[in-house]
């Protein structure tokens, strides 16, 4: 299994509130992702990074922002949480974004009460 | 834009029949085509990836076919075990997706003993 972490793996809070979603991978992947997943509309992407300090957004990014500090580290951050952000949150990582394979971790649920 | 569908949605087969699971795609300009396993609260783990030159891939028990010209795209599981009983997603890197995958619903099986 790739070395991917992600915590917390639960969590509930309350809108309003900042929450703070990390990923750690061990591989050295130069790819990061956040995705998120509900029911009805898939796996969707919110953002990624090709490099430390290099982000991009995804196709629902409103609402999140994304840091990534070292190489192994990418952190999801809801600033100003609501319940429309109640999900799995997933990290996935890969060595090339165009033609590597994806490689995803357990998953972090989120509820926004 | 890139669309991904996966029919059925669910699939019940007895153990031991073989498994056949569509991924269609709209597009058929794609990099690569990955199918994943996702057990109930839990993570995607990839099962194969076949890049857009390759017409299949093999893993075992796992056989995994690309048509692009017609967008299509099969997952063959011989001889079911209950083991196998997982919902199954494909994905397409396509250049219309900004080189990003783009995921299907997925298939829902289940494998009865």
């Known amino acids: 299994d790739a070395g991917i972490t992600q915590s917390p793996r639960h969590k509930v809070t309350e809108t309003g509130t900042p929450v703070t979603l990390r990923c750690h991978q061990t591989e050295n992947h130069r790819y990061m992702y956040w995705y998120r997943q509900d029911p009805g509309h898939g796996l969707r992407l919110i953002h990624y990074?090709?490099?430390?300090?290099?982000?991009d957004k995804g196709e629902v990014s409103d609402g999140y922002s994304v840091s990534r500090s070292k190489t192994e580290d990418f952190l999801l951050t809801l600033e100003s949480a609501t319940s429309s952000q109640t999900s799995v949150y997933f990290c996935?990582?890969?060595?090339?974004?165009?033609?590597?394979?994806?490689?995803f971790g357990e998953g972090s649920r989120l509820t926004v009460l | 834009k890139q669309e991904v569908t996966q029919i059925p949605a669910a699939l019940s087969v007895p153990e031991g029949e073989n498994l056949v699971l569509n991924c269609s795609f709209t597009?058929?300009?794609?990099?690569?085509l990955q199918w994943f396993r996702q057990d109930p609260g839990k993570g995607l783990t990839s099962l194969l990836l076949?890049?857009?030159?390759?017409r299949e891939q093999t893993s075992g028990r796992l056989n995994a076919s690309l048509d692009k010209s017609s967008g299509r795209s099969t997952l063959y599981i011989a001889a079911s075990q209950p083991g196998d009983s997982a919902t199954y997603l494909c994905?397409?890197?396509?250049?219309?997706?900004?080189?990003?995958?783009?995921f299907g619903g997925g298939t829902r099986v289940l494998v009865k003993p």
């Open positions: 076949i890049q857009s030159s390759q």
């Open positions: 994905a397409v890197h396509g250049a219309t997706a900004g080189n990003k995958l783009t």
């Open positions: 990074s090709y490099g430390v300090k290099d982000t």
């Open positions: 996935a990582i890969s060595e090339s974004s165009i033609t590597g394979e994806l490689f």
């Open positions: 597009d058929s300009a794609i990099y690569n």
